[in-house]
């Protein structure tokens, strides 16, 4: 089993910065990758930004140059830096963990945070 807790989201000002944090415990002894996805209302569930085991990275076109993934395995923790925010960055975030052989869907997820960004 695997826990995953987020935290770092709220309301922020358009061009304003959050930054997210993800903490894991349990069962991780085999990550392939850790992400952090969001969904906004009425829209579909989408990836912002990923992180694999051997440190690379890969970002949605909508946040490259703004949102940087980062991860610290002395801490267990993972993090989302998001900077010159908008308003169409409004949505839930979660953090989520994939093991070796595993999807991003039937990994281990967060509960999510709540990120709003006022025009």
């Known amino acids: 089993q695997v826990q995953l807790v987020e935290s770092g989201g709220g309301l922020v000002q358009a061009g304003g910065s959050l930054r997210l944090s993800c903490k894991y415990s349990g069962s991780i002894f085999n990550i392939n990758a850790m992400g952090w996805y969001r969904q906004a209302p009425g829209k579909q569930r989408e990836s912002v930004a990923v992180?694999?085991?051997?440190?690379?990275?890969n970002y949605a076109d909508s946040v490259k140059g703004r949102f940087t993934i980062s991860r610290d395995n002395a801490k267990n923790t993972v993090y989302l830096q998001m900077n010159s925010l908008k308003p169409e960055d409004t949505a839930v975030y979660y953090c989520?963990?994939?093991?070796?052989?595993?999807?991003?869907?039937?990994?281990?997820w967060g509960q999510g945070t709540q990120v709003t960004v006022s025009s």
């Open positions: 992180i694999s085991s051997g440190g690379s990275t």
């Open positions: 989520v963990l994939r093991p070796y052989g595993s999807t991003w869907s039937s990994g281990s």
